[in-house]
């Protein structure tokens, strides 16, 4: 709830520290005193636009402070503070303030971090429920009108939101399922024909290599072939060069033991014989490695160049032929299977879709009852709050499958009807503002609703209506506030009779200087109050005399 608002330099307020309580706070004054400053201010926090005509004449920048303390913290501000990265540490509270310039400019922080003015927003509206005359929030918004009758009727919306997401997931595996079978069947064609080219090629892996090599080899042999045949010829034939070392070696061993150097010249001619021996079976080793069949390197070449044209047209290297067409395979193969395993996920989601319509169906009959309850509860209510001619109605109507969702199949309106005869419509399109504040409270009433906002303003509910209205609105006021804070704004001695702490405020004028103050009255103050509102400008006994009755009253 909200613990402290300061205010610094904000229009006729220049320095204001109040300090709230749970239970009914009223605030009460004389018109123009200055109570939409505090309202404009507390704005200001919850993310209000920066208007510069809110920072007082001749200062610099305005400054408002709010602070909130709560039990334990809501899910919904826990988890907006988280996102923000934000840590409150339990017990801590949320003080949010909002800095004004003069040239309009504005700066807002949460426990001191900077932070965007559309935090502020989302976190309004957890903590501050406003219902005044040009109220366009809380329970006038009809986008929380859904939440607030399940609320009411403590329906089960937690299995209905688990029934859609379960649904919605088969739906969206069906729909990428039908995509990729009509993907693929728009191939078909295209696939097989593939496919058969690349089953008639038999590609293999490692094959381009081995041809490439064996075709390299081949090439060379035939750059070489030339020469190897003249290096054979040098070995070949009487005359040869081989031939005569042999000769010359016959003839040196027949004289070799004449003496020394003979036997080592010997010696020598017969390692040379030997070694050109070796070179001669080398070169015809060589000669045929590198033999060469001009139609197996026709074949040779043909071939490499099938598979690297195919690489080419397939966008791989020709190593990922084979896994190129086990692809193809499987994806005809996916074809052919792509009916039953469709049928398989039509079947799930169709079951899922009709396990969420029952579900759905369920929590529809949970909200019509709910809302004849609501009804009769507001319609005991507007009586007493002078609004015995209007009738409340709360449309729970069927949403087109389209627009089914987490929250069910069913959208809810509050609609009111202010006079006999006249059709129902939206709250806030043709309730005046006095009618609107009543009806938003003869609501609360019905709905005693939890987990709402932590604190809830009534601006002027009171506003056109006296005598026994008045006293109903401050005892349903007071009831609301026993659950929490509630404060309001009120013109009633009635209603401010029922407050449990009573701010007074008021304006006062130094030469040319108007400043807004504002005053939490004791027991004497509040009576002298309450006599003020009874009775005007002059107190008179009999005004005292009713206050002090209104006072026990309450």
């Known amino acids: 709830m909200l613990t402290s608002l300061a205010i610094r330099n904000v229009v006729l307020i220049e320095a204001l520290d109040l300090a709230f309580h749970a239970g009914l706070g009223v605030l009460t004054g004389e018109t123009g005193a200055g109570k939409s400053i505090l309202l404009d201010s507390l704005g200001l926090v919850l993310g209000d636009r920066a208007d510069a005509g809110l920072v007082r004449s001749g200062t610099d920048q305005a400054s408002v402070t709010a602070t909130f303390e709560f039990d334990s913290l809501p899910d919904v501000i826990r988890t907006a503070l988280a996102e923000a990265e934000i840590d409150i540490e339990p017990g801590e509270p949320l003080i949010i303030k909002r800095r004004l310039r003069a040239d309009g400019g504005s700066r807002a922080f949460i426990n001191d971090q900077p932070v965007g003015v559309a935090l502020l927003r989302d976190l309004s509206r957890a903590l501050v429920e406003l219902h005044g005359q040009h109220d366009d929030r809380g329970l006038v918004n009809a986008r929380g009108h859904r939440a607030l009758l399940d609320r009411y009727a403590h329906a089960d919306t ?21 995509a990729a079978v009509a993907a693929a069947r728009a191939d078909e064609d295209l696939l097989s024909a593939h496919l058969a080219e690349l089953a008639a090629l038999a590609p293999l892996i490692g094959e381009e290599a081995d041809l490439a090599q064996q075709r390299a080899s081949m090439q060379k042999g035939e750059r070489l072939s030339g020469d190897l045949v003249a290096l054979q010829a040098l070995w070949e034939g009487s005359d040869s060069a081989l031939a005569t070392l042999r000769s ?25 014989v030997i070694e050109a021996g070796e070179a001669e079976d080398r070169i015809a080793a060589a000669m045929e490695a590198l033999a060469h069949d001009p139609l197996l390197l026709d074949r040779i070449e043909t071939r490499l160049f099938d598979l690297r044209a195919m690489a080419r047209k397939h966008g791989c290297p ?3 032929l084979p896994a190129k067409m086990a692809e193809m395979r499987a994806a005809l193969d996916a074809i052919e299977s792509g009916d039953t395993r469709l049928a398989t996920l039509e079947r799930a989601a169709h079951e899922a879709g009709l396990d969420y319509q029952a579900k759905a169906e369920t929590l529809s009959v949970v909200r019509a009852e709910a809302s004849r309850r609501l009804d009769a509860a507001v319609a005991q209510e507007l009586a007493p709050l002078k609004l015995d001619s209007a009738k409340f109605r709360t449309a729970v109507v069927r949403l087109p499958e389209d627009r089914w969702g987490p929250q069910g199949v069913d959208a809810v309106e509050f609609l009111i009807a202010t006079n006999p005869g006249s059709p129902f419509a939206p709250l806030g399109k043709i309730a005046s503002g006095g009618e609107l504040s009543r ?52 013109h009633s001695p009635q209603v401010a009779a029922r407050g449990t702490t009573h701010y007074l405020i008021a304006k006062s004028s130094e030469g040319t200087v108007t400043r807004t103050s504002v005053m939490l009255l004791d027991p004497a103050g509040r009576q002298e109050e309450i006599a003020r509102m009874l009775s005007g400008a002059e107190i008179t006994p009999e005004a005292r005399a009713q206050a002090d009755r209104l006072l026990e009253q309450a």
């Not at 027949?254 to 390692?271: C, K, M, N, Q």
């Not at 609501?443 to 209205?469: H, S, W, Y």
């Open 158 to 178: 937690a299995a209905v939101a688990e029934a859609w997401q379960r649904w919605s997931r088969a739906d969206h595996e069906l729909a990428e399922a039908r």
């Open 248 to 272: 010359a070696a016959r003839r040196l061993d027949r004289i070799a033991g004449e003496h020394p150097l003979l036997t080592e010249a010997l010696a020598s001619l017969d390692r040379a």
């Open 318 to 320: 020709a190593d990922a």
């Open 439 to 490: 009806f938003i409270l003869a609501l609360k009433v019905a709905l005693a609703e939890q987990g709402g906002a932590a604190t809830v303003i009534f601006d002027e509910i009171d506003r056109g209506v006296g005598g026994a209205v008045a006293s109903a609105i401050g005892e349903r006021l007071a009831r609301l506030a026993r659950a929490g804070q509630l404060l309001a704004v009120t």
